[in-house]
């Protein structure tokens, strides 16, 4: 059995593959703080965790189809070191949700496929500096996990190669994870962390980076990780069509209270609490939710405590709360939430149109039902 040497996992976890592991938080425990704990943070492998020695682990730098170098740990760690706050968000999170719509093919995630973890590295900008390559003569970075599937073929995915060169783009090769060694789970020794891009171009064990002119070639940038219209089906479906996902769209989510929970009013007010995130650094600017049906909109308070965030480079997620007034002797409500990103994009009111077979960018309103207790 290539599982039979899986990490230890947190109980807390809501399993929903085993093998591969894949598993996120309940709700309630996702924004228990700004920072997520790396033993609560979502998992998503799709191969067998590699068990990798960090004295003999090597990343290979491969410039069209010439290796140039061998970087060891140790000369990963010589370059200047970098910490970003950074959220990474799976791109089916909430995809149960999409699935109720239609059905669809994809891991049934909850709203907890997201995280905001402490990141620290190098930058990929810096090693691909020392390169000398010119930016203009390539179009794509890859990136190979030391995962393997039974072919013997690694996991890999790519980005835009003026992602890769532009240091503003803070994009890393983290050794350290919320100021500890990367967790085996989540990349050991090497991760790559693509700040605001899909969190399957965050490329975990990291074995290779590959300058090239062609985008990554593996199933999961060219067949898997896109999305289509909603009248494309699997008879009919061309993946060539459509372009991979790179940056995410804005979403946001209910956490407490959670769907059919009994919630104390308290002078006519309910606490809602969430999240709220957008891809390419886009800052969440307002959080809208109601109970009746979009009558009425309420501001939520947000709470991004990541104070060294600049323009564009929102990475990390933001918290929201609100006291939301309830009608007198109501038994039941619903909650909607809706966020509003910095470029004014804002969250389709529902899935309906915007379903797509694969279950990808479930960004539509969150709708949670709970019951009043006056
Ligand atoms: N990297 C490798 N090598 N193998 C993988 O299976 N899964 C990707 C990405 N990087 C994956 C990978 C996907 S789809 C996601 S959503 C994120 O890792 C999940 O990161 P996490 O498990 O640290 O939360
Ligand atoms: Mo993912």
């Not at 803070?170 to 919320?178: K, P, Q, R, S």
């Not at 940038?221 to 009248?231: G, H, L, T």
């Not at 009425?296 to 564009?312: P, R, V």
Request: net charge neutral; aromatic share 10%.
């Amino acid at each position: 059995d290539p599982y039979s040497k899986e990490p230890i996992r947190h109980k807390a976890l809501k399993i929903n593959g085993q093998k591969p592991f894949c598993a996120e938080p309940p709700p309630s425990l996702l924004i228990e703080s700004f920072i997520t704990p790396t033993e609560l943070f979502y998992v998503r492998n799709h191969l067998p965790v590699p068990e990798i020695d960090i004295k003999t682990y090597s990343l290979e730098l491969i410039v069209g189809e010439v290796t140039r170098k061998e970087l060891k740990f140790e000369d990963i760690k010589k370059y200047p070191k970098y910490t970003i706050t950074s959220a990474i968000m799976c791109g089916g999170n909430r995809r149960s949700e999409m699935a109720k719509e239609k059905q669809l093919r994809g891991l049934s995630w909850g709203i907890g496929a997201v995280g905001n973890a402490i990141w620290t590295g190098a930058r990929l900008c810096d090693i691909l500096k020392d390169l000398k390559i010119n930016e203009d003569d390539y179009n794509h970075v890859q990136f190979e996990g030391y995962d393997l599937d039974p072919s013997g073929t690694p996991y890999s995915a790519s980005i835009p190669i003026h992602k890769g060169m532009d240091c503003r783009a803070d994009v890393i090769l983290a050794y350290e994870m919320n100021g500890q060694i990367i967790p085996r789970d989540h990349g050991f020794p090497v991760r790559v962390i693509v700040p605001g891009v899909v969190g399957a171009r965050n490329v975990k064990w990291l074995a290779k980076i590959i300058v090239t002119k062609e985008e990554s070639q593996s199933q999961w940038q060219q067949r898997d990780y896109k999305a289509f219209s909603p009248s494309t089906d699997w008879d009919n479906v061309d993946f060539s069509t459509a372009p991979a996902i790179q940056e995410m769209p804005v979403i946001s989510a209910i956490c407490k209270p959670e769907p059919s929970e009994t919630i104390k009013v308290i002078n006519g007010k309910i606490n809602v609490k969430g999240y709220a995130w957008s891809g390419g650094g886009r800052k969440i600017i307002r959080v809208d939710v109601t109970n009746d049906q979009g009558k009425t909109w309420h501001t939520a308070n947000l709470n991004a405590e990541d104070y060294n965030a600049k323009e564009g480079k929102y990475w990390s997620w933001t918290l929201w709360s609100i006291d939301l007034p309830v009608k007198k002797d109501c038994k039941e409500t619903e909650i909607w939430a809706k966020a509003v990103d910095a470029s004014y994009n804002v969250q389709p009111e529902s899935f309906r149109n915007i379903w797509n077979l694969r279950g990808f960018l479930c960004n539509a309103y969150h709708r949670v039902k709970v019951k009043l207790e006056h």
